[in-house]
């Protein structure tokens, strides 16, 4: 198991099914989602490609949807 399915699963586990949802259908994570090539990101996750991963991750931190996804993402995910 990759630590991408291991992360979801803990995530899943913890109850936070519903937050994912909410930063995934927030208005960045929209915008987000038809900036990216889910293809690309999916392949680069499922064959542990990190060089694809981080120049997709970098492609949209560096715009102020993803700089604001990733504060929710932050925000919500650091609950205790």
């Known amino acids: 198991m990759n630590n991408f399915d291991k992360m979801s699963k803990e995530l899943l586990k913890g109850g936070k099914a519903g937050e994912i949802n909410k930063v995934v259908n927030s208005p960045e994570g929209k915008k987000i989602g038809s900036m990216v090539d889910g293809n690309a990101l999916k392949k680069a996750v499922a064959t542990g490609d990190n060089e694809t991963m981080n120049r997709i991750l970098g492609q949209f931190l560096s715009t ?17």
């Open 64 to 80: 102020d949807e993803g700089k604001s996804l990733a504060k929710k993402i932050s925000e919500n995910f650091g609950k205790k």
